[in-house]
Structure formats: structure tokens, C-alpha cells
């Protein structure tokens, strides 16, 4: 997307690097430039696919991934592009250092639901998990998980709830 989770995490942690991913150069720049806007030297952008990751950094080099409102690509045709389908997870693991995390938001109910199946499939389960992140109360919302993105505030706003989970390796 745009960016906001990584100039929110960026701005609280300047200490650790971010790296934004995305397929739409225009959702880069418009982050890039509201890093640069703030001062922020501690986020890369850069345009390509997620399955290229593997390609760009060693095994072992990130300790967090977001996944946060993708596509959900409702139509079954399209399964095998779900960020959290069976063929991404392995490029995850491997791009995480021992420890490292996935974390994972959607308003999308079937893509959640996608995403547990996919997880199960391979034997992982999530670690932290809520179907509604920021109920009153909900003890998975914390300052890094209630950082939010344009698409959550429009969700938000709607009225629906926001699933969240998290995977530990």
C-alpha cells in the first residue's frame, strides 16, 4: 500500500530498518514522499513482486513481515495470487530470522478463513489470532498492531471488524 503501517512503525522505532513492497509504483511514491517529508531514513520502497523477496534479501535477513489488506482475489481462479496462499509461506519462513513473525490484517472474512486453511495445510498455526482487532478491550491491540492503514480507517468507518493474526517462526 501506501506505506502508512511502516512511516507509523518507522516513526516509533527509528532504530529498525522498513522495507515497503508493493506492484503499484503510485502507492510507493506517495509513501516515499511522506518518508521523506518527516525525515525518515530508515524505510525502502521498492516495486515488485513478493515472490521475488527470496531474490532481493538473504535467508534469514527480515524479523517481521506485514501482510496488511491485500487483494483478497475472491474469484478461485485467482487463489494462487493470495498473498497468504500454501506457496507463500515457505518464501516467508525463509526470509525470517529465527523468531521472525508474519503478521496479517484483512476486513476480508473468506480471505482470513483462506489464509487459517492455507496455514493448516501446512501445519502452522498462528500464534495470535482475533476476528476483531480493535473491539474495546481486544488484548492483540497494541500500538504496533493498531497502527492503521487507509484501507482499515475505510473499514473501520464501515463498521467492519478487522482480523488479525500473527505466525511465529
Not at 517481521?64 to 496462499?85: E, K, V
Amino acid at each position: 500500500g501506501k506505506g502508512e503501517l511502516a512511516l507509523a512503525l518507522a516513526t516509533a522505532h527509528p532504530e529498525r530498518n522498513f522495507i515497503c513492497v508493493d506492484v503499484k509504483p503510485d502507492r510507493l511514491y506517495m509513501g516515499a514522499l511522506q518518508a521523506e517529508a518527516a525525515g525518515l531514513g530508515n524505510i525502502l520502497y521498492f516495486r515488485d513482486d513478493i515472490e521475488v523477496l527470496g531474490l532481493r534479501f538473504p535467508p534469514g535477513a527480515l524479523s517481521r513481515i506485514w501482510i496488511t489488506f491485500p487483494d483478497p482475489f475472491p474469484r478461485p481462479r485467482h487463489a494462487t495470487r493470495r498473498l497468504t496462499g500454501p506457496h507463500f509461506w515457505p518464501i516467508y519462513k525463509n526470509l525470517l530470522a529465527p523468531g521472525g513473525q508474519v503478521h496479517f490484517k484483512t476486513d476480508a472474512e473468506p480471505l482470513f478463513q483462506y489464509t487459517l486453511e492455507s496455514l493448516r495445510g501446512l501445519g502452522l498455526a498462528p500464534a495470535a489470532l482475533t476476528h476483531n482487532l480493535h473491539a474495546p478491550g481486544e488484548p492483540l491491540h497494541t500500538p504496533e498492531t493498531g497502527a492503521l492503514t487507509q484501507f482499515e480507517r475505510r473499514f473501520i468507518a464501515q463498521g467492519l471488524p478487522i482480523h488479525y493474526l500473527r505466525v511465529d517462526f
